[in-house]
C-alpha cells in the first residue's frame, strides 16, 4: 500500500500520520520526497487497514493499495499509458519511435554525416555515447564532453533530439544540459544513487533492463526514479544473459507484452546489444514492433568495420533504410487493424 | 569433413576407404549407415588432405569439408532451403504453416470439436499429445493407444494432418503408423536413442529445442536423425531456460533468424511452450513470422479452464481466430515486399 | 496426498477406493503398480478429505498427507536416510564412496590396469562408459555389449562394483545383467520411460541431475524411479548449465545439503563432468565432502592426454591417489566432529 | 600489452613513447594514472612488437606481456599470492579470515553485542551495512552516517576492523574515513566510476562479483580498481543468478579455485547471499575453506527473526560459534597436511 500525500504537506502533518500508520500495527517503509509528491511505501500486512480513515487525513491525496512492489509505475495505479514526449520525439501515444546512431560518439565526421542520414530515413532520435562504462579499462572509454558537444552539433543542425548515456550519480546535472533524454545502462540498472539522480532531473529516462534483471527488478528500477517525482521513465529490453553463446545476450521479446501489460510506461526493443550481429537486427526489430514495442533502438555507423565500439552490430546506411521500409510495411498493416479496416 | 558413401558399396571398398583415411593421420569418428546412404565423419587435422584422391574412391559419392560439427544439416552443405511436405501441408517453401490443438488428447467430443474450428480457421495440421511424458509420475499421462485411434478419426473427418509426439524409441513404429509427423519433445531433445529410430522412419520429424540446449546442440540433434537417413526434419524454438520467472521459458526469437542461416531446415515457433501465457501467444506469434519462421505450433483447447494440461497457455477459439487474422494481415505487408510492390 | 496399498490388494478393493475418493471431489492422479506395492497419487483439494476414513479402507496400508510434489522419495515421508547397498559398497550410511574410472571403456588394458589401481587406492566402484550418448554423431558412441564384458572382467579380477550407463529402455535387462549399478546420465533425467524401466529393475540406480533441471525436478525424476518399485536410488549432483564458460558447468554445491534435507536418498557428487577441468575435481571432491555429500564420481585416466572422450577433466592416477589422500585426512577430522573428539 | 611508466615520468617522454607506439601500428587503449604508477593499455596486433626498445624508453619501467585481457591483477603478472592486510587481519597470507555481522546496522544495541560475541568467537572483522542499495525505494535503506559511526564505536570496544559498503563515488572519501575495507557491492561490480573512485582510495577493497558476471569481467571489475593504483583488492564470490529456484543464487565454489589461479589477488566467499538460507552456511563455508578460499563473509544477527533485512539467511549466535568450531577442526586437518604430517 503506498499513501500519496499532498505537494504542500507539513511535518506536523507528516508526524501525526505516521502515528497512526504504526498504530495499525504497520511500518513506514520509506517516505520519498518528490518535488510534486511525497509518497509513503507502507510494510506490513495490509488487510484490515482502515484506508477510508487514512484517506480522510489532512495532507493525504490518495491510498493507493497496490499488491505487487512496483507501485508508481503499475498500471494498476494508472490505466492509461504513459507518453513520454521531447523535442520532436513520443513515446507511448502509439507511434513506433526509432532512436538509431552509433554506439560512441567518435568524430564531429562521424555523428554529423550518420545524424543527416537517420533524419532523411525516419529517425526520430539521435543516440551515441560519451561517456561510455567499459568492461576493460584499456579500452576506449568516450570522448566524454567533446563528445557531448558534438552531438549538440548534430541536433541543431538535424533536429533531431539526443539520448546519451550518463554513468555517475555526479554527471547528472552536466549531461542533462545537453540531452534531451538521459539513458542509464544496462550495467547501472541497479545503480540506485544514480536512478535517485535521475529521478530528480526534468529529463525523460530511458532505463536498460540490467543483463540478468527479472522483469519486477527492472520495473522496481523505474520505481525508483519515479518515487524522487520523475513520471518519464521509457524501459529499454536490450537481452538478458543466458547459456546461448551464438548471440552476445538473449533478446526476451516476451518481456514487450508483459511490460506493456504490468506497467504504464512506454517499451523499447535495443535489438543490437540484445545479438551483437547485425543480420539480426532488421528481423528482431520487426519482432518488436509487432509484439508491442513502442520503438527501437538501433546501432548504425557510416563504417562498422572500423568503428571503436560494437562493430559487428552496427547497421551499415543501406541496412537500416531497407529496415526502415520493411517496418514502414508491416505498420501499414498493423495500422490498417487498428482502423477495422 | 564428411565423406558420403553411394548406396551399394560394399564393405571390401569401405576397408580399403578407412586405410586410407588412418594413413592420413585422420581417424574415423563414427560410420553412420543409413538405408539410402552411409556417411563417415572423419576426425583429426584436415589440412592436407588430400580431398581428390578421397573422392576419386569407388564407392564414394561425395566428400564435404565441413567446420561446423553439424554437417548434414548445415546450409553450406546445401544451399536451398529443405522443403518437409506432407498430408496438405508444406514448411519451408515460403508458406507460414499453423500447427495447432490441445496440450493433450482427452476425449473424442474434444479433439473433433478443435479439430473442425482449426480447420476452418486456417491450420494445416493438428496437434495433440497421446503419450505424454510429465515431469510427475502422478499427473495425466496421456491417452495413449487410444489418443492416437480419436486423432486418426479426427483427421479423417477434416483432412487436417496429425503430429504427436513420440516418447520412447520403442514407440517410433506404431506412432509412424498413425502420425503424418512425429514430434520429439524438449525433454528427448538429447535422447539419442530415440533420435536415430525417428532418423530411420518415413515420417518427417518434428524437433523441439532442448529447455537449455544452445543453438549448435540442436542443430547435432538434427544431425542425428538426418544421419540415419531422414532428411526431413522440422526445427522447432520452443523457449530456453533462465532465470525469468514470469514465463515458464524465454522464448529465444533470435534463434529464428540464426538457424535460418546456419541450417537449411525449416524453423517453426511454439510461443505457448515457450510462454505459458496464452496473451502473450498472439503477439509472439506474430514476432515469428516477421522474423523468418515457416510457421507456429499453438496449444488451442475449446475449454482451456478445464483443460487437464497446460490450460494457461491455451488460446480460445476466439483468440486463436483473431490471431490468425491478424497474421494474414501482416503476412500481405510481407508478401508485397516480396514481389516488390 | 499419496495411498499406499497393501501388496495383494484386490481389483474389487480398489474399485471401490477410487470411487470414494471420487466421490470426495478429488481425482487419481495416477495408479503406479510396482511389485512390491501400488501407490495412488490423488490430485485436487486435500483440506477436508477424511484421511482415517481412507486408512481405514481394506487393502489401504498408508496415506501420506505430502504437499510437495515428491512424495515417496521425500524426507516428510521417510525421516531415516535410504542405504543403497551393492557388491561391496554402500551410499548413505556415513560412508564417503568413491567411484572413479575412465569416462569410456576403450580397452581391455585400459579398463584393467585403472581398476587394478583405483582398487589399491580405495575406490568401491568402477565407472565406465560402454554406451555412450554423444551430442555429436560423429564422435566415439562407446564399445557397447564389448565394453560391458571388459567391465564385468575388471570386477572379476578386483572385486570393484561396476557401475555403467543404461541409454535406453530396451537396453535395461541387458546392462542390468552385467553392471551392479544403472547410471541414467543426465541427458536422459527427463527420460520417463527410461525412468521407469529401471524402476522395474532391481538394481541400484544412479540417477544425475539433468543440465538445466530444478531440484524439484530432479527429485520428480527420481519419483519415477521410486513410484515404479525401486527404492534404491542414488542422486547426483554434475553441474548445471550456466552463462559462466570457465567450466563446462557450474557446479551446485548447495544442491548436496538441499537434497539431503528434502530427500532420504544418498547424495553424491560428480566434479569431473560439473567442470571438465582435472585441476578443478581434487578440490571440489573436498568441498562435496564437507558439504555431506554421500560419495564422489571422478574420472581417472591411465594417459588422459589420449583419451578418447573427456581427457582434460580425467584425473591422472598419480592425481587421484593424492585426492584420496587428501579426502582421508578431511574426513579423519569430520569423524572426530561426529564422535564428540 | 600494458607499459608500466615510472612514477616520475614526464608528458615530453609520454609524448614520445605514444608515438613510437602508434608508428608501430597499435593503438594507446588506456593511459591510467594512479599515484604510484601509469599504466598504459595497447590495442592491436602484438606480434612483432619490438619489446626490448619499448623496455628501453626513459620513463618506460615494464612492459608487460599479457594476453588475458585483465593484467595487473594476473597472476602471470604476478606469480606470488597478493597479501592484504590491515588492522589485524590479512587476506591471502595462508589464513582464513572471517568477516561476521548483521546485513545491516540497526541499532547500538544490536552492533555491539554482536562484535562482541564475534570477537570471542574468532572472527577478525565486522561486516553491517549503513548504506543499503535496496531493490525497492519502500524498504529499508540504511542508517547512513550514524550507521558509521556505530560501527566506529563497535571497532573501539572490540578491535574488529570493519568492513562497509560505499555504493556511490561520492561516498568513497567519507566512507573510507570510518571504515577499515571498501566493499563493493555485486550490483555495483560495473559501476566503473565508482571502481575508480575505490581505486584512488588507501583502502582495501572488497569486491563483489555481480550476480550474472563471468570470472572474466569480474577480474577486470578489479583491474578498473588495479589500475588506478590501489591494488588491495579482495574477490569475493556471492553466487551467481541461475534458473535454480531453491536458493537466492548459485555459489560458484569452482570460482574459488579458478579465481586462485587466474589471478594473485585473494578469494572470499560469501555463503549467505549466495543460498539466502541459513541452514546452508555451515556447509558452504566448509566448503570454501577446503576448496582453497582465503575467507568467508557471514550474516550474524543477535535475533534473526526480527531482522530488518536478510533475517532468513542469517545465523545465530549459536550456529555462528558452532559452525567456527568445525571450521577449526578441518582446518587443523588441512594444516597438518601442508607441513606433510
Same mark, same amino acid.
Given at each position: 500500500m503506498i499513501v500519496i500525500l499532498k505537494p504542500g504537506v507539513s511535518l506536523a502533518q507528516m508526524g501525526e500520520l505516521v502515528r497512526f500508520i504504526e498504530g495499525q500495527g504497520l511500518r513506514v517503509g520509506r517516505i520519498v520526497r518528490g518535488e510534486e509528491r511525497t509518497v509513503i511505501g507502507l510494510i506490513g500486512e495490509e488487510r484490515g487497514v482502515p484506508v477510508d480513515r487514512l484517506r480522510a487525513f489532512d495532507g493525504v491525496e490518495d491510498v493507493v493499495p497496490v499488491q505487487k512492489p512496483f507501485k508508481l509505475v503499475n498500471r494498476e495505479l494508472q490505466p492509461e499509458d504513459t507518453v513520454v514526449r521531447g523535442r520532436g520525439f513520443s513515446f507511448g501515444d502509439g507511434s513506433f519511435t526509432v532512436i538509431a546512431g #552509433?554506439?560512441?560518439? %567518435?568524430?564531429e565526421a562521424q555523428i554529423l554525416e550518420t545524424a543527416r542520414f537517420l533524419k532523411e530515413h525516419g529517425a526520430s532520435l539521435l543516440r551515441g555515447g560519451a561517456y561510455k562504462p567499459r568492461t576493460s579499462p584499456y579500452t576506449f572509454q568516450g570522448m566524454a564532453g567533446e563528445g557531448l558537444e558534438l552531438l549538440a552539433r548534430a541536433r541543431e543542425e538535424t533536429g533531431l533530439a539526443i539520448i546519451t548515456e550518463v554513468v555517475s550519480a555526479e554527471d547528472v546535472t552536466a549531461v542533462a544540459e545537453v540531452a534531451d533524454v538521459l539513458q542509464v545502462g544496462a550495467r547501472n540498472m541497479h545503480n540506485v544513487r544514480l536512478l535517485q539522480h535521475v529521478g530528480r532531473s526534468e529529463r525523460p529516462v530511458f532505463l536498460k533492463r540490467g543483463q540478468s534483471a527479472t522483469l519486477e527488478e527492472f520495473l522496481l528500477a523505474a520505481e525508483h526514479v519515479a518515487a524522487e517525482?520523475? #513520471?518519464n521513465v521509457v524501459l529499454c529490453e536490450r537481452g538478458i544473459r543466458t547459456? %546461448? !553463446?551464438?548471440? !552476445?545476450n538473449t533478446l526476451d521479446i516476451a518481456a514487450v507484452p508483459l511490460l506493456k501489460g504490468l506497467s504504464h510506461l512506454p517499451v523499447v526493443v535495443d535489438p543490437s546489444h540484445a545479438t551483437g550481429r547485425r543480420e539480426l537486427v532488421p528481423p528482431l526489430s520487426a519482432a518488436a514492433l509487432v509484439a508491442g514495442a513502442d520503438g527501437i533502438m538501433v546501432e548504425v555507423h557510416p563504417d562498422p568495420e572500423n568503428a571503436l565500439s560494437d562493430g559487428p552490430q552496427s547497421l551499415t546506411f543501406r541496412q537500416f533504410a531497407e529496415m526502415m521500409e520493411r517496418l514502414t510495411r508491416i505498420r501499414g498493416a498493423l495500422r490498417a487493424e487498428t482502423a477495422g479496416v
Open positions: #552509433p554506439c560512441a560518439v %567518435e568524430s517525482g520523475n #513520471p547459456f %546461448e !553463446r551464438y548471440t !552476445r
